[in-house]
């Protein structure tokens, strides 16, 4: 990096600092901003669901704080003026590294996927770096990298529905945010295999089996977090999600996360009663 790049980090972080002292919810002065104002004004009745007001008076207005920092603001603003969303609504599940939210379109459902810009961890990190002369501009190289993350689970998410896997449509992603097709009905999201009563065991661990395979072979692509709950049922079929940790073959530990896959699996099929025996299932994948 030249010290240009770092002038120029070090120019962004002061106007971060000056004018994002919201990020992690501490403060949301930044909302007083005539333009942030202004912006939010615009998108606030498509907020409604995740403001807890409304007909979702149940949603717990501390979400919103926590995910919605600016910069997450001006992203959904964005996506909202692009025409990828037109509300967003609740949210279906909440993580350590992201919220994904119910959200709606003019082209129907939409999955929103919100990673957190500062998580616990970073933040306990950055108090002993932070204020280091040596060490400038760390909050926004930690944005960075969620922006690198969420691209990468696009890009997946395309070249495995390229392959004919069934993955969520990937429509959208704006630094943190990311727009998927919506895996549920009006009775709500579509649940995890981990939660519900496994009726056809034998018929999911082949449809698995073929999407490591398939993946492998034909996306170049290993899940490497690949376990019953990062599967839905949906329509009577398994469906992968989360999809950012996969990487391609050519990473140097690609093996290791495909026989990871294949083992989790294997462990999976044999406690609900299917013969599944890890090596030869090995061997299908890498032959098949
Ligand atoms: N496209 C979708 N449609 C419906 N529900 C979804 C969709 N994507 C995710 N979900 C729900 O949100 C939950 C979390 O999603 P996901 O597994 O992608 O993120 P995560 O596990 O929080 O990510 P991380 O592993 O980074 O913590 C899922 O278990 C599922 O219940
Ligand atoms: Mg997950």
């Known amino acids: 990096m030249t010290s240009d790049d770092d002038f120029d980090e070090d120019i962004e972080e002061q ?16 909302m007083d901003q005539p333009k942030m104002k202004k912006m939010f004004q615009e998108i606030e009745h498509r907020l409604q669901g995740v403001l807890g007001t409304g007909q979702y008076d149940w949603v717990d207005r501390r979400v919103f704080d926590q995910v919605f920092d600016k910069s997450t603001l001006l992203s959904i603003y964005k996506l909202m003026r692009q025409g990828v969303i037109d509300t967003v609504e609740f949210p279906i599940a909440s993580g350590k590294e992201a919220h994904v939210f119910y959200a709606t379109s003019i082209d129907g459902p939409r999955a929103v996927k919100i990673f957190h810009t500062s998580n616990a961890v970073f933040k306990g990190l950055t108090k002993y770096i932070e204020g280091d002369p040596r060490f400038g501009g760390l909050k926004r190289r930690h944005r960075e990298l969620v922006t690198i993350w969420v691209r990468k689970e696009h890009r997946n998410l395309k070249r495995l529905e390229n392959s004919g896997l069934r993955v969520p449509s990937a429509f959208e992603v704006n630094r943190n945010v990311l727009v998927m097709e919506y895996l549920g009905s009006n009775d709500g999201p579509s649940p995890r295999l981990r939660d519900i009563k496994i009726e056809n065991p034998k018929y999911i661990f082949e449809q698995l089996v073929n999407f490591i395979q398939v993946s492998w072979k034909d996306a170049d692509l290993v899940h490497a977090d690949l376990s019953e709950y990062n599967v839905l049922w949906h329509n009577d079929e398994p469906w992968i ?11 140097p530990n690609s093996e290791e996360f495909l026989i990871r896959d294949v083992r989790n699996i294997c462990n999976w099929a044999s406690k609900k009663g299917v013969e599944a025996p890890f090596e030869e299932t090995l061997l299908r994948v890498l032959e098949g």
């Open 15 to 30: 106007i971060d600092v000056k004018s994002m002292h919201g990020e992690g919810g501490e403060s949301t002065e930044w």
């Open 241 to 251: 999600i989360d999809v950012g940790q996969a990487v391609k073959s050519a990473h």
